[in-house]
C-alpha cells in the first residue's frame, strides 16, 4: 500500500476533477496554476504529499500542447515532493492519431508523448478508450485502457428499439461488435474513402439498416465529416432513425454546426473532454459522465484491488 490517496487537477476539466473527488468521498488537492507574462507555466503543488499516492487528472485536450505541458510540470513537481507513486489519469490522450508513420520522415508522436510522460514522473497511467489500444505499448509503465462503453450504452438501454450498430470505417469494427455484442444487435459498416486529412467521403453500407434505429460508434468526433457523411448514407438506406455514440467530444472546427445540421436525431458523448460552449452550439449533444468509471478505477489502483473488473 502507499500512502494516503490525494487528487491533483490540471486546468483542463476541474469539473471532471471534482466530479471524481465526490464519488471518493474527497476534496482536490490545493494547487497553483499561473502563467508567466512571456506564456511560460507556473505550478506549486499546494500542500504536502510526501509518500502519497497521488493521481493527476488532465486530459490533453486543445489547447493540447498546453495542457500537455502543464501536466508534465505538475508530474516533475509531484516527483520532486517525493510522492509515493505518481499516476496520469489522461481521460483524453492526445497525439493518439499519430501512432505510427505514415509518410517518409514523420515522428511517431504518440510514442514521444509517452516517453515525455514517463520522463516527467508518471508511474502508471489511466485513461480512456485510446484510439488504438497498441498505443499501451509505447509505455514503459502500467498503463488502465478503460472503456467508456457502459457509460454510453446506458444511454440506449431505455429505447426499446431494434438497434443495428454501425462502425464508420473498417478500423472501428472491432468496438462496433463491442457494443453489439452488449446490446443484441446487429452490426453493419460504412465503406469510407478518405480524400484529404479531416476530410472523408461516406460510399456505402455493408450489412442491413432498413427500418433500423442507427447507431453509429466511434471513439471520437473531431470534426464531424466522417459521422455526418455516414448518417447521410445510413438515411439514404431506409433507416429508421440514426444516432451517434462518441467517448470524446473533440469538435474542433466546424463540427457542431454541422453536427446541428446532420441527420442524427441525437449525438451522445462523455466528458473526457469538457464541451464548454460547444453545447449551446449543438442542441443534439448530450453528454455522460465518466467521473464515476474513472473514481473506481482509481480507488482499485489506490487500493491494489482489480482495474480489469471495470471492463466487463
Known amino acids: 500500500m502507499h500512502g494516503e490517496l490525494k487528487i491533483i487537477s490540471g486546468s483542463a476539466s476541474p469539473k471532471l476533477a471534482d466530479a471524481i473527488c465526490e464519488h471518493l468521498g474527497t476534496k482536490a488537492s490545493p494547487v497553483l496554476r499561473e502563467r508567466f ?5 507556473r505550478i506549486e503543488i499546494g500542500e504536502n504529499v510526501r509518500g502519497d499516492d497521488v493521481f493527476v487528472v488532465q486530459p490533453t485536450c486543445s489547447p493540447v500542447n498546453f495542457h500537455l505541458m502543464e501536466l508534465c510540470l505538475m508530474l516533475d513537481a509531484l516527483k520532486r515532493a517525493s510522492a509515493s507513486r505518481v499516476t496520469a489519469v489522461v481521460p483524453y490522450f492526445g497525439y493518439a492519431r499519430q501512432d505510427r508513420k505514415v509518410v517518409p520522415r514523420a515522428p511517431i508522436s504518440a510514442k514521444m508523448v ?14 480512456i478508450d485510446l484510439h488504438a489500444g497498441q498505443i499501451q505499448g509505447f509505455f514503459n509503465v502500467p498503463v488502465d485502457n ?27 469494427v472491432e468496438r462496433a461488435r463491442a457494443y453489439a455484442k452488449r446490446l443484441g444487435a446487429t ?17 456505402h453500407i455493408i450489412g442491413d439498416v432498413q427500418g433500423k434505429v442507427a447507431v453509429v460508434i466511434d471513439d471520437m468526433i473531431d470534426t464531424a465529416g466522417t459521422m455526418c457523411a455516414a448518417a447521410n448514407v445510413i438515411m439514404e438506406n431506409g433507416a429508421k432513425d440514426v444516432l451517434a455514440c462518441a467517448t470524446h467530444p473533440v469538435l474542433s472546427g466546424p463540427a457542431c454546426q454541422r453536427l446541428e445540421e446532420s441527420a442524427f ?14 453545447g449551446d452550439q449543438c442542441s443534439k449533444l448530450k453528454v455522460r459522465s465518466v467521473a464515476s468509471l474513472l473514481a473506481k478505477a482509481i480507488n482499485n489502483v489506490h487500493t491494489e484491488s482489480s482495474v480489469s473488473v471495470l471492463f466487463t
Open 37 to 41: 507574462s512571456d506564456g511560460e507555466i
Open 114 to 127: 509517452a516517453d515525455l510522460l514517463s520522463t516527467a514522473g508518471m508511474q502508471r497511467l489511466v485513461t
Open 146 to 172: 478503460l472503456f467508456a462503453a457502459p457509460v454510453l450504452i446506458e444511454s440506449l438501454r431505455d429505447r426499446d428499439d431494434d438497434f443495428v450498430i454501425i462502425s464508420p470505417d473498417a478500423g472501428g
Open 187 to 203: 452490426l453493419a459498416i460504412v465503406d469510407k474513402r478518405r480524400d484529404a486529412p479531416n476530410q472523408a467521403k461516406a460510399m
Open 265 to 278: 436525431s441525437g449525438v451522445v458523448v462523455t466528458d473526457t473532454i469538457p464541451l464548454g460552449n460547444k
